[in-house]
């Protein structure tokens, strides 16, 4: 943690909001989108992955900037269509779709879908057939490449994740045209957070040739082709965003190579983006509720921990989080103020569990209960990848930002609401799918 003096308009902010809080400012979001398009082949469709933050003020910003929505939930579709998404700018990503998902999704007016198995292909197709439309599918292809190093690796290996290429290459008649659905194109995201821009250009490189190869044999209809993503983002920690400046060049060059109809919108290529697009937006305000001695280590206790960031914290995987100290002002709120720190701590908080760590060994100033501490880039996957429900505390204030004034304040609730019982099912198992691989 670095000391800082000043930032008197994050004091101004916990006092008008409290804490814990989170801080997003839209100047950023508009930044980023237009630094990734910059990286990005032109003309190509940005899709903005809602699961990186799913707040509609963040949501209608990123369509106001041109963004198209990746969505793979009912949730995210309604925030979608709440920020102001047509139905027909979003694709439905992810495994184990059910029916009554894809049913929504298309009653919405979605009609293009990543189908992730041939099971998933055939009841995005039965379900649409039932709604007398029909649905466009990229299968989403699990290349054979494994060789990127990543924060997250989706495919290059076994996975829930896609089709394995050998099984399209092999058995195209699984994803033939059938009632209420016909294959329009290939989707490939392999890797998420990749740790440079060679990795990114390599991946997307390789996405190409075998979308051309799977083109001429066994002759999928390539009319679209996403070829995904793996932008990073620093997380919880100090930084910016990564500079992409040889991508563009590195993936039209493979684009030209392999598929020359490309700046014709033949295919039309696509991106996707959660991280980049929103994560150096956020902040966490948070307050040091006490700091202590057990033993030869010192634990400042916060107002918020992985409740509000890092469920991936409880997975341990979380990188070392960095924050800005911001001196309490009033000492007499703090009776307790002299309990004071420099040196390193481990930074946790107040959730009864000893996963409750945001940084173990933190470099601290001086720090004292009252203080606040700023947590910067967690825009993305921060509140939305925490344990919300854990300890059943309030959830943290979500406070959106336009040049630096609130623009948009609001808290996120749990509320337990009742359920109506579903009828029960005649005739036993339901069999409304056939083939596997
Ligand atoms: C299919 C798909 N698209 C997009 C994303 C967004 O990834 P990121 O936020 O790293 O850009 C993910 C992340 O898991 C994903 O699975």
Redesign the pocket.
């Given at each position: 943690m670095t000391g800082e003096r000043g930032l008197p308009e994050l004091r101004e902010l916990a006092d008008r909001y409290g804490t814990p809080a989170y801080l997003y400012e839209l100047d950023e979001v508009d930044a980023a989108v237009s630094g990734l398009r910059q990286a990005l082949p032109a003309p190509a469709v940005l899709?903005y992955?809602v699961?990186?933050n799913p707040h509609p003020v963040l949501v209608r910003a990123l369509r106001d900037a041109g963004c198209h929505a990746?969505i793979?939930s009912s949730g995210e579709l309604a925030a979608a269509r709440e920020a102001g998404f047509a139905g027909a700018h979003c694709l439905y990503?992810?495994p184990g779709k059910t029916t009554e998902e894809i049913a929504r999704a298309l009653a919405a007016g979605v009609r293009r879908f990543?189908a992730e198995s041939v099971v998933d292909y055939h009841r995005i197709a039965a379900t649409a057939a039932a709604a007398g439309v029909t649905a466009d599918c990229l299968v989403?292809v699990n290349t054979l490449r494994a060789k990127g190093a990543s924060?997250?690796r989706?495919s290059g290996t076994a996975t829930q994740?896609g089709v394995d290429v050998a099984v399209l290459a092999e058995h195209p008649e699984l994803f033939t045209t059938r009632p209420g659905g016909r294959v329009v194109g290939l989707?490939f995201?392999s890797v998420?957070?990749a740790s440079s821009e060679a990795v990114i250009a390599e991946e997307m490189c390789a996405s190409i040739a075998t979308a051309a190869q799977l083109r001429v044999d066994p002759g999928i209809d390539l009319r679209v082709l996403d070829l995904?993503?793996?932008?990073?983002a620093p997380y919880a920690r100090e930084g910016h965003l990564p500079d992409y400046r040889r991508l563009r060049r590195r993936v039209e060059s493979g684009l030209d190579a392999h598929l020359p109809g490309w700046r014709a919108g033949e295919p039309a290529v696509a991106f996707?983006?959660?991280?980049?697009?929103v994560g150096s937006c956020g902040r966490l305000l948070v307050q040091v509720a006490d700091v202590k001695r057990s033993q030869d280590r010192t634990f400042v206790v916060l107002d918020s921990g992985i409740n509000h960031l890092g469920g991936l914290s409880g997975l341990g995987r979380l990188m070392p989080v960095a924050a800005t100290v911001l001196p309490a002002t009033t000492r007499g709120a703090w009776p307790d103020r002299e309990v004071a720190v420099e040196g390193r701590a481990t930074m946790v908080g107040p959730l009864c569990t000893p996963a409750d760590v945001l940084a173990r060994d933190a470099v601290v100033g001086a720090v004292a209960s009252g203080d606040l501490v700023a947590i910067p880039n967690v825009g993305?996957?921060g509140l939305t990848a925490s344990l919300v429900g854990f300890l059943s505390r309030p959830v943290a204030a979500e406070v959106v930002l336009r040049g630096g004034s609130p623009v948009d304040a609001s808290r996120v609730e749990l509320r337990r609401v009742p359920i109506q019982s579903r009828a029960p099912r005649t005739g036993g198992r339901r069999h409304e799918i056939s083939g596997s691989v």
């Open positions: 899709y992955s699961k990186a990746e793979s990503t992810g990543s989403r924060g997250l989706m994740f989707h995201f998420s957070n995904g993503g793996g932008f990073a996707e983006s959660g991280r980049y697009l993305a996957y």
